[in-house]
């Protein structure tokens, strides 16, 4: 396929114009060391046709959502998208458009992003969001930086029930040197207050939890917020978003900076990315927030209009001193966000959290009745939880896969201390008939 | 002044239609108004307050109430008042605005890919893993740098992956460095990211020719920069021709050679930063390999190193294995950067542009985004000085500092004139060593119609300026808002909504 609209005439007439022989021409600044003097190794174009059906091939090689049931969870999850979001999100006005740096042409991103800010304001009870960032774990590795900046410490302690990738991530953000790392590890699947307590002290900069956690667990939030805020660190919260129509907020506990993994706001899981790195703060912090900001303003005209505001925090005016190297958000990904909350309004936010958990909840009692799995963690839970299976893991999945079912994320992939631990995620999308069969075949085994 | 007063030539035109854009989606709809309802609960319901431990929410989030057709007409109001590349004419430099085929944004929609879960078993996702060897092998090939990971999410991303990496390199060989090298030209993520590493930011001036000034560059070289970090082509638009001499005394230090892809779009096929001596780049998938820039992103922007770096890049990576494709991590990975494999959905989309074009097109394209620059610069050399008039690659710097010396309309003047004749205006003010700058970047998808048309309009607004300054300083005049109070944004730091905001409701 070719998308250049000059012709080969044309191409001679601008080449005169300019003065050179040839293309080949063009390029005489390159030296003859640093020239390719070959074709490129790769295969040759395709039409659309043969394009579309080569495509189509590696994209039926997948088990998706359509062909298997799944219950894997971990961050990513395959909650039911509103036909109205890929129609808004496929507007060639939005997704064609760049950096809206030219506000009197971008008013449409920028006042998707100013509301998708005020619904992350909303849902997390913060008093501002950024534009948002990659995902949740750059999210909570950006949250650690900025509390360093804050605080001006160079702290931070990270309990062990946050998602072992996001702790990764965020070990490597900071493998400069600039930030030391205190990992506290878990107990019973849920923080381990005592030991966090005796790892915070005056140089923390941060203290960095999960609710729901990895576990799926629900966290005691007012107590570790109130530990952190003990020795002057801020508390830094990493939560599902969606969830958040039937959760407490966690601006509830205090959180200083809540960040999230928000590809369940009208994402597709689409192999784990792009994601929606969701990142709010408290106001008076907004100067060290990394990331755009979108701000209300007026024009010339008395008119309300939307700008990218707080820009002299970023990459483009103080180079080495911004607050952080970004200068891109998940534009898209917040779009698809804005559409979703405002689709599905409060009421069915809510609905969705609700269905989720009473599936979930459901789930897990009909699970440990099989007798093949059984409880470890005696916290609350909301739409992922927990199990130990009795037998060999990865037997059973495999098994289990052979009838058609994904049984959920073997944990001992993560950690060896973890092995025989199963998570579970359900979404509104299991029916209780989806849910019946595989209890079933669970039975069975 | 309200809005009824407010008719002009152009709303009268269209009736007395609402404006566009200003009412929040908070604002609109009714208490009742739903578009999408709950599910219903065929299992049976719980005690939320009981169930969640004390968590559950006692108050609920003060979200839109609206119907289907109010969100979707919302939505298209904010998109009319919105331009993009199907709009019109895009050429913001350093960006890389092209056209992206349709045919990319069916591709990333398939449920085959859509639909499938990082954590899936390995077997069950073949077909996402092959897709994704297969961009690293094409990624690989073009950068002439052997090894790949595909996970940086962004371009500033892959900057301090590569980055990351190079300081690992030093670090396990006992060599740990202080230092990295920047030009003067440099994308303003490039010392951002040197910073966020930890590394002191040293400047190296450009010459009279618009390169690295290499007898100052080879003066500040010494056993403890870690690293030079180079756009080539620059962001000037030139290729530094003493690129090999450069890259050479970097290393003759123990230094490495880091090159910002961002303007990778000039030189596909016809030169290899691996073959210039570069050690690490990165590759912005979305503006190279024509992913939509979505308003701002997502992106992609994987990182190329030398088999030396091979060893330290994020994982997982993609590897051959048994006949088919599994994740794997490299040996002394810094790490993951992200969770999961990276944004898959836009290498799908640049996996299926590269397909459709073959390698002989990518070189095709590179050679008609340079000429296209090259064929826009000399329509307006005598209305637009170029500072570094040399034969520029897929992108161009102009100064508006002799027109503001001649008619005080500066170049942001002229930007916003732009936008009045429907074109969105270049890059201004960067890069920064250029007074007033314009920085034009036509791309190869743009036509030698809309070429020429550009060059009329902007000798038009020059002439505009001699005639009338005042007419600049006022435009644009025909957009859904007109210059706005940036300075106010920032005192009144008004970022959210709230249901005290007055709604209505």
Not at chain 1, 233 to 243: E, N, Q, R
Not at chain 1, 417 to 424: N, R
Request: with cysteine.
């Amino acid at each position: 396929m070719r998308f250049i609209p000059v012709t080969c005439g044309e191409q001679d007439e601008m080449l005169g114009s300019v003065g050179a022989p040839s293309i080949d021409g063009l390029y005489e600044d390159i030296p003859a060391g640093a020239r390719l003097t070959r074709p490129l190794d790769l295969p040759g174009a395709m039409g659309e046709i043969e394009l579309a059906a080569h495509i189509e091939k590696l994209a039926a090689a997948n088990e998706d959502g359509s062909r298997v049931v799944s219950f894997l969870g971990g961050g990513c999850y395959d909650h039911y998208v509103p036909a109205i979001v890929d129609s808004v999100v496929s507007k060639p006005a939005f997704f064609t458009a760049y950096t809206p740096y030219q506000p009197e042409v971008s008013q449409g991103t920028l006042q998707a992003i100013y509301e998708y800010q005020s619904m992350i304001c909303q849902l997390t009870g913060m008093e501002v969001s950024n534009a948002s960032m990659y995902d949740g774990a750059t999210a909570l590795a950006e949250a650690a930086l900025m509390a360093a900046r804050v605080t001006k410490r160079h702290r931070v302690v990270v309990s062990a029930t946050v998602h072992p990738e996001w702790r990764e991530t965020l070990a490597t953000y900071v493998e400069s040197g600039t930030l030391d790392i205190v990992e506290v590890a878990a107990k019973d699947g849920v923080s381990d207050g005592a030991a966090i307590a005796a790892a915070l002290d005056d140089a923390t900069a941060a203290l960095l939890v999960a609710s729901p956690s990895f576990y799926g667990t629900l966290e005691d939030l007012r107590s570790l917020g109130e530990a952190a805020h003990e020795v002057g660190a801020l508390f830094v919260v990493a939560t599902d978003p969606v969830l958040l129509g039937v959760l407490e907020p966690p601006a509830s506990y205090g959180a200083d900076i809540v960040v999230g993994e928000g590809q369940s706001l009208g994402n597709a899981m689409s192999f784990g990315g792009p994601g929606l790195g969701v990142f709010a703060c408290r106001k008076a912090h907004i100067r060290q927030m990394p990331g755009r900001v979108v701000g209300r303003t007026t024009d010339v005209d008395g008119r309300t209009g939307f700008v990218l505001t707080f820009s002299t925090r970023e990459q483009h005016i103080r180079r080495e001193k911004a607050t952080s190297n970004i200068c891109s958000n998940h534009s898209l990904n917040a779009l698809a966000a804005g559409v979703y909350l405002a689709a599905m309004g409060s009421d069915g936010l809510a609905g969705i959290g609700r269905a989720s958990v009473a599936k979930a909840h459901y789930l897990e009692d009909a699970l440990v009745a099989t007798g093949r799995f059984e409880r470890v963690f005696g916290a609350p839970f909301a739409a992922e939880f927990t199990l130990r299976y009795r037998d060999d893991v990865a037997a059973m999945q495999a098994r289990l896969h052979e009838s058609g079912y994904l049984a959920g994320l073997d944990l001992g992939r993560f950690s060896a201390d973890d092995a025989g631990l199963v998570l579970f995620a359900v979404t509104e999308r299991h029916t209780r008939a989806v849910l019946d069969r595989f209890v079933e075949e669970v039975s069975a085994l | 002044m309200s809005d009824t007063d407010r008719i002009d030539a152009r709303t009268a035109k269209a009736g007395t239609r609402e404006p566009l854009t200003g009412t929040l989606i908070f604002e609109r709809g009714a208490e009742e108004s739903r578009c999408v309802e709950p599910p219903v609960l065929d299992v049976p319901s719980v005690d939320l307050e009981d169930v969640l431990g004390g968590h559950a929410r006692a108050m609920a989030p003060a979200l839109p109430h609206v119907t289907e057709v109010e969100l979707a007409r919302h939505y298209e109001h904010l998109a009319s008042a919105n331009f993009g590349v199907d709009s019109g004419f895009y050429p913001l430099g350093s960006c890389t605005m092209k056209y992206n085929p349709k045919v990319d944004e069916w591709a990333c929609r398939l449920p085959g890919f859509a639909r499938i879960h990082p954590y899936q078993p390995e077997e069950t996702v073949q077909g996402a893993l092959e897709l994704m060897w297969g961009l690293q092998e094409a990624l690989a090939e073009v950068a002439g740098l052997p090894a790949v990971s595909l996970q940086p999410a962004a371009g500033a991303h892959g900057e301090l992956t590569g980055l990351l990496t190079i300081r690992a390199y030093h670090t396990a060989n006992g060599d740990p460095r202080r230092r990295v090298l920047v030009p003067d030209s440099a994308h303003g993520t490039n010392p951002a990211t040197v910073a966020m590493c930890g590394y002191e930011v040293v400047q190296v001036p450009s010459d009279e020719r618009g390169g690295v000034d290499v007898a100052a560059l080879k003066r500040l070289l010494d056993t403890d920069v870690a690293a030079l970090m180079l756009t080539n082509p620059n962001t000037l638009g030139l290729f530094d021709e003493n690129i090999l001499e450069i890259t050479s005394a970097v290393h003759e230090v123990g230094a490495l050679a880091y090159c910002d892809g961002a303007n990778l779009n000039a030189i596909m096929g016809w030169s290899r930063p691996g073959d210039m001596g570069f050690d690490a780049l990165h590759i912005n998938l979305h503006k190279t390999f024509a992913t939509p820039h979505g308003g701002g992103g997502p992106g992609a922007g994987p990182v190329a190193v030398s088999e030396a770096l091979a060893s330290y890049l994020p994982g997982p990576v993609v590897a051959q294995r048994d006949g088919g494709f599994a994740f794997a991590y490299p040996e002394r990975s810094i790490g993951r950067v992200r969770s999961y494999a990276g944004n898959f959905g836009v290498l799908v989309r640049a996996y299926t542009y590269i397909r459709a074009v073959g390698g002989d097109g990518l070189r095709d394209i590179s050679g008609q985004a340079v000429l296209s620059a090259n064929y826009l610069k000399t329509l307006l050399a005598d209305a637009w000085p170029v500072t570094y008039d040399r034969t520029c690659m897929h992108e161009f710097v102009m100064s508006g500092g002799p027109l503001r010396k001649s008619t005080g309309v500066r170049t942001l003047d002229v930007a916003k004139r732009l936008l009045d004749y429907g074109i969105h205006p270049p890059t201004v003010y960067f890069p920064l060593i250029v007074d007033e700058a314009m920085m034009v970047e036509p791309t190869e998808t743009e036509s030698k119609g809309t070429l020429e048309r550009f060059a009329a309009v902007l000798r038009r607004i020059a002439e505009e300026a001699a005639e009338d300054p005042g007419l600049l300083h006022g435009a644009p005049y025909s957009t859904p808002v007109r210059r706005l109070d940036e300075a106010a944004a920032v005192k009144n730091a008004d970022v959210a909504w709230s249901p005290g905001d007055g709604s209505g409701r």
